[in-house]
């Protein structure tokens, strides 16, 4: 369990929330949750409701969608941010790798955290931005795969 001050120093260094006023901060970090989850726990699944945003404080989860993964997230990284801007099921499931510690903001703390300091919607368009080009890549790789066992099948 993080200190108030640890948090605050954490939440500081976290990207999408680096333009927030110090007073700001302060208010954001003391009204975060901190949850701690076991190895190989599912967070939650795909097709749930969704009410939280996650920052992982320590430890690292996996995206997937039944037994493909789409990522792993680490320390600094954040998740659960597209049920809260869109309002539609969670679009993937996260289990923990390992221990993981998080904290969480709900979509209230969100919008008033967006409100308060607008870049931080641009932030979280970049991060959203760079899982597109990753997945982007990953889907290119696949299909030559597919491409050349095709061509060595014919
Ligand atoms: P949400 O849809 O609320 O719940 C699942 C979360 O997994 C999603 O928000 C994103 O935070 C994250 N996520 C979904 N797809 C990917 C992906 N391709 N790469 C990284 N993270 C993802």
């Given at each position: 369990m993080l200190s108030s001050f640890e948090r605050l120093l954490f939440i500081r260094r976290v990207s999408i929330f680096q333009e927030l006023r110090d007073e700001f901060l302060v208010k954001l970090a003391s009204a975060m949750d901190e949850l701690s989850f076991p190895a190989a726990h599912t967070i939650f699944e795909q097709g749930e409701e969704g009410r939280s945003l996650y920052v992982v404080i320590s430890g690292r989860v996996r995206v997937h969608l039944g037994d493909r993964d789409l990522a792993q997230l680490e320390k600094g990284t954040f998740f659960g941010e597209m049920a809260l801007f869109d309002?539609?099921?969670?679009?993937a499931s996260v289990t923990t790798v390992e221990t993981c510690d998080c904290l969480t903001l709900n979509q209230l703390q969100l919008i008033d955290a967006i409100e308060e300091t607008p870049e931080i919607a641009v932030n979280i368009t970049r991060a959203l931005s760079r899982r597109i080009r990753e997945l982007n890549g990953k889907i290119n790789t696949y299909e030559a795969q597919l491409k050349s066992v095709a061509a060595s099948k014919s």
């Amino acid at each position: 369990m993080l200190s108030s001050f640890e948090r605050l120093l954490f939440i500081r260094r976290v990207s999408i929330f680096q333009e927030l006023r110090d007073e700001f901060l302060v208010k954001l970090a003391s009204a975060m949750d901190e949850l701690s989850f076991p190895a190989a726990h599912t967070i939650f699944e795909q097709g749930e409701e969704g009410r939280s945003l996650y920052v992982v404080i320590s430890g690292r989860v996996r995206v997937h969608l039944g037994d493909r993964d789409l990522a792993q997230l680490e320390k600094g990284t954040f998740f659960g941010e597209m049920a809260l801007f869109d309002a539609e099921p969670r679009s993937a499931s996260v289990t923990t790798v390992e221990t993981c510690d998080c904290l969480t903001l709900n979509q209230l703390q969100l919008i008033d955290a967006i409100e308060e300091t607008p870049e931080i919607a641009v932030n979280i368009t970049r991060a959203l931005s760079r899982r597109i080009r990753e997945l982007n890549g990953k889907i290119n790789t696949y299909e030559a795969q597919l491409k050349s066992v095709a061509a060595s099948k014919s």
